[in-house]
């Protein structure tokens, strides 16, 4: 079983609707990553939290440290979403990320 | 700041033939991650260094494999003898220090023959 779990593996949405991204982790961390992975492998990150929410834009992500769950929210999903979303534990501060396999996300206009 | 960048984008290579592969972390950043990955999956850890020092290395480094960060800046990844199953995408990230956000590099895509 892998320390960094996601679901669903592949989602396809329609333009506007409401998109959630889970993760599930078995393992303690300092801090659970949200990472963006476009076509051609460039990653960007979009957010790094250790407890409670973050939100930035249309993007939205929640962690449940006691769950040991995160999920990841893309409010009114734009074609430009489409992407590889990634969540990624930092196990100990600021050492080496142990990664989920990313879930697909297509959003069709 | 250009952000992380790496070189080449792309490498194509035979079997037994040894690679190299650099990585420009953002300056000033005293941590540089290397990470690889396949096709359909999620990074994993290769290595790390803390400026010059190289603090921990996975098991997916076999002795094939070697990383350096000789003056605390850039770093290399050298493949020898690579092997089929070598071919992947190479990521490459700095960090500022502990517990702050890294940055990826484009990532060098290698291809083995």
């Known amino acids: 079983k892998n320390e960094v779990e996601q679901s669903p593996q592949n989602l396809t949405a329609q333009e506007g609707e409401f998109i959630t991204i889970n993760c599930s982790y078995s393992?303690?961390?300092?801090?659970l990553h949200w990472l963006q992975q476009h076509p051609g492998g460039g990653i960007v990150s979009l957010f790094m939290l250790s407890s409670g929410k973050k939100k930035h834009g249309r993007l939205i992500a929640t962690i449940n440290i006691q769950e040991k769950h995160s999920s990841l929210h893309i409010t009114a999903s734009h074609p430009r979403d489409s992407a590889v979303y990634i969540c990624?534990?930092?196990?100990?501060?600021?050492?080496?990320?142990?990664f989920g396999e990313g879930t697909q996300l297509t959003v069709n206009p | 700041d250009t952000g992380v960048s790496q070189d080449p984008r792309h490498k194509i290579t035979k079997r037994g033939q040894n690679v190299t592969f650099r990585c420009d972390p953002i300056?000033?950043?005293?941590?540089l991650y290397w990470y690889r990955q396949t096709l359909g999956q999620g990074p994993e850890f290769l290595t790390y260094f803390q400026n010059e020092a190289q603090l921990e290395k996975s098991r997916l480094l076999s002795d094939r494999f070697s990383a350096e960060r000789p003056k605390g800046s850039f770093s290399t990844l050298e493949i020898q003898r690579t092997e089929q199953g070598d071919s992947a995408m190479y990521l490459c990230?700095?960090?500022?220090?502990?517990?702050?956000?890294?940055?990826f590099g484009p990532g060098t895509r290698l291809t083995v023959l």
């Open positions: 300056s000033e950043h005293n941590r």
């Open positions: 990624a534990a930092d196990k100990t501060s600021g050492s080496r990320l142990t």
């Open positions: 990230a700095s960090s500022e220090n502990s517990g702050s956000t890294q940055y």
């Open positions: 393992v303690g961390i300092s801090a």
